[in-house]
């Protein structure tokens, strides 16, 4: 939700309101807790000190409803700031509550996921639709062709539809190492480094999504690797600008996800099953990092100081683990009947068509 103005001008309209919020429902609530935390004196922060004496890791609240303990570092970058007027506190804290004043919130996620902490924003605002995760809500009701059909994605960089192919020629089933910091994230040349370096050791297949912008000053692409790593990786590592994501992610090849554990990313590895090397870096990152691997069972975290010896630990950890891949597996499962005909997301779906073509409050 960035476009809340859009409420205000329908409530005058007489229109009824639907507001679709992008991220998790537990990112939607610890934003609803930004005006409490400062009222606690936890935020805005005391001075630039607080960002690295350990202050973030340290503090622990555990007093949102529906949530497990979580630290300060979890929730979103936003509040990182020494300044009350923050233009990016403000905004994010006004964006969550005016969410709360639509008639309704959708949001993609599915009730077996955020169980508790859906539980505890419906008791607050009862007219919730979850209807995620929404690649396989859109997969679940279309034929197969339509379903493998770029056009019926969202993306809105140019797919590269020849990392399938090499992926179909890999003879293992998780063998590939999937590496994508999605289309917003940058790198500086020294953390290109320690990733490739890592990646290289780990001994494993690499599929990596290099856009053209992924480097600060260095552009994107195979070029802005070390010139080392092509021989180091001897010829075990594929280099994409950017590939159709949820077919790779469901590709029986690829093994693991290392991700900056963006909503949509972090819905699409759980949906197909894959183990994830979480690396966020911005915003509700922090809090999809922090369910990935410590509420789901399902990711392990990086430390935000990249260095390669953890990252080819964490890459084995994760490709390797089968009690990771179990839960992985379970969470697959749930999120694929949560999708199916009878399933939460499918007849919240049909529930929320029915709520629009009718009469309701806005």
């Known amino acids: 939700m960035l476009m809340s103005f859009a409420l205000g001008v329908a409530r005058e309209l007489g229109i009824p309101t639907m507001a679709f919020w992008t991220g998790s429902a537990a990112a939607l609530m610890t934003h609803m807790r930004l005006r409490e935390l400062e009222e606690r004196g936890y935020v805005p922060l005391k001075d630039e000190s607080y960002l690295t004496n350990g202050y973030l890791e340290k503090t622990v609240i555990d007093w949102i409803p529906g949530m497990p303990p979580i630290r300060l570092g979890d929730f979103s970058s936003f509040l990182r700031t020494t300044d009350p007027n923050d233009f990016g506190l403000r905004f994010n804290e006004s964006e969550a509550n005016k969410c709360a004043k639509a008639g309704a919130l959708i949001l993609n996620t599915f009730d077996g996921l955020e169980a508790d902490v859906l539980a505890a924003l419906r008791a607050e605002y009862p007219r919730i639709y979850t209807v995620g995760p929404l690649g396989s809500l859109l997969r679940q009701n279309l034929d197969s062709a339509a379903a493998a059909d770029d056009s019926t994605g969202l993306s809105l960089w140019k797919q590269d539809a020849e990392c399938l192919a090499w992926l179909d020629a890999q003879e293992r089933q998780r063998s590939v190492v999937y590496v994508n910091f999605g289309s917003h994230t940058v790198l500086t040349p020294e953390q290109l480094a320690e990733f490739a370096w890592g990646l290289a050791a780990s001994g494993h297949l690499i599929l990596w999504c290099i856009r053209d912008n992924l480097v600060r000053g260095g552009g994107g692409g195979p070029a802005v690797l070390p010139p080392d790593f092509w021989a180091a990786a001897a010829g075990r590592c594929h280099v994409t600008a950017w590939c159709p994501q949820e077919q790779v992610l469901r590709h029986p090849a690829v093994g693991c996800f290392l991700t900056h554990s963006g909503w949509n990313s972090t819905c699409e590895g759980v949906a197909a099953g894959v183990p994830m090397v979480c690396w966020p870096g911005f915003s ?11 509420v789901w069972g399902v990711g392990v975290r990086l430390d935000p100081e990249v260095w390669r010896e953890q990252v080819a630990a964490h890459v084995r950890e994760a490709m390797e683990s089968e009690e990771m891949r179990r839960r992985a597996a379970k969470w697959k499962e749930e999120a694929e009947t949560a999708t199916s ?6 007849e919240n779906l049909l529930t929320m068509v029915r709520a629009l073509s009718g009469t309701h409050e806005s």
């Open 341 to 346: 005909p009878g399933g939460s997301s499918f």
């Open 284 to 294: 509700d990152q922090y809090t999809n990092c922090k369910y990935a691997c410590e």
